[in-house]
């Protein structure tokens, strides 16, 4: 399996802390700075202090949490903290195909219904990739693992 890194530019889990028992909802869409048919305006979990207060993104998305195998808190490869995230088969090659067919457009990461960021998909991936950037400390980066995990098991940082 061929991996990639999706690079984030990431304050975010401020608000997973404060979650209820029941983990965020978690979805993947591609997204648009512009309306688009079938498009939504969806707010930023935290707007840009430059920058719009919401994305465009598919009304349907294209991952959820349902299709997540593992989610696992691991340092990137240069050592900042970051989040393994590992499709189930199925949807690894429907990552595949989608990343193939989307390369260029924005793909947003999606919190319950709001965006935390909407990177711009560089290559194509699929069942295994990370999620990492330079504003994510280690507490976050576990707190989204355990969000995103399917297991009800969590553990400590």
């Given at each position: 399996?061929?991996?990639?890194?999706?690079?984030?530019?990431?304050?975010?889990?401020?608000?997973?802390?404060?979650?209820?028992?029941?983990?965020?909802?978690?979805?993947?869409?591609?997204?648009?700075?512009?309306?688009?048919?079938?498009?939504?305006?969806?707010?930023?979990?935290?707007?840009?202090?430059?920058?719009?207060?919401?994305?465009?993104?598919e009304?349907?998305?294209?991952?959820t949490?349902?299709?997540?195998?593992?989610?696992?808190?691991?340092?990137?490869?240069?050592?900042?903290?970051?989040?393994?995230?590992?499709?189930?088969?199925?949807?690894g090659?429907?990552?595949?195909?989608?990343t193939?067919?989307?390369?260029?457009?924005?793909m947003?990461?999606?919190?319950?219904?709001?965006?935390?960021?909407?990177?711009?998909?560089h290559?194509?991936?699929?069942?295994?990739?990370?999620?990492?950037?330079?504003?994510?400390?280690?507490?976050?980066?576990?707190?989204?693992?355990?969000?995103?995990?399917?297991t009800?098991?969590k553990?400590?940082?």
């Amino acid at each position: 399996m061929r991996t990639l890194y999706l690079i984030l530019s990431l304050s975010l889990v401020a608000p997973l802390a404060c979650r209820a028992e029941a983990p965020p909802v978690f979805a993947l869409a591609l997204a648009s700075d512009t309306p688009q048919e079938g498009y939504q305006p969806t707010p930023f979990l935290h707007p840009p202090k430059d920058g719009p207060n919401e994305i465009y993104v598919e009304s349907k998305p294209r991952f959820t949490s349902a299709d997540i195998e593992s989610a696992q808190h691991v340092p990137d490869q240069q050592g900042l903290p970051s989040v393994a995230v590992t499709l189930t088969e199925k949807a690894g090659q429907r990552m595949l195909a989608l990343t193939k067919q989307a390369t260029g457009q924005r793909m947003a990461v999606i919190i319950n219904g709001k965006v935390l960021t909407a990177p711009v998909i560089h290559g194509s991936f699929g069942q295994s990739f990370y999620v990492s950037g330079g504003n994510m400390s280690r507490e976050e980066a576990h707190e989204l693992a355990n969000a995103l995990s399917p297991t009800s098991t969590k553990s400590s940082p």
